[in-house]
């Protein structure tokens, strides 16, 4: 059975910056790509950022590109979503994913389908 845990959540005022961890445990596990996504309240849930293991591709929603960065350290099954310039907009729970599909390109990342595991989620509050 594969975990993702993830860290990092808080509350902080417009223009701040988190980062967020993401750690697999279990079997031995590596994917082919992790990915985050989030939801807010009354919102669907969206797509973020994602990570492929091998080749280090990373791919943005527009919405948190130039803002978010995603990284990835493979000797600790681990990824991260640096996030600078919060804004009250990004205020949601977000989640850790990976995927172990063979599957590459932007669509591989922004739908749910193509993902088989999920973390419980961290919340991140943003006030303005």
């Known amino acids: 059975q594969v975990r993702l845990v993830e860290s990092g959540g808080g509350s902080v005022q417009a223009g701040d910056s988190l980062r967020l961890s993401c750690t697999a445990s279990?079997?031995?596990?590596?994917?082919?790509?992790m990915g985050w996504f989030r939801q807010g309240l009354g919102k669907e849930r969206e797509f973020v950022a994602g990570i492929s293991w091998n080749d280090y591709i990373t791919y943005y929603s527009d919405t948190v590109k130039g803002r978010f960065t995603v990284a990835r350290d493979n000797a600790k099954n681990t990824m991260y979503l640096q996030m600078n310039s919060l804004q009250p907009d990004d205020t949601a729970v977000y989640y850790c994913l990976a995927g172990v599909s063979d599957c590459t390109g932007y669509g591989c990342y922004d739908a749910t389908q193509f993902w088989k595991y999920w973390g419980p989620g961290t919340q991140v509050t943003v006030s303005s």
């Open positions: 279990g079997r031995t596990f590596t994917p082919k790509r």
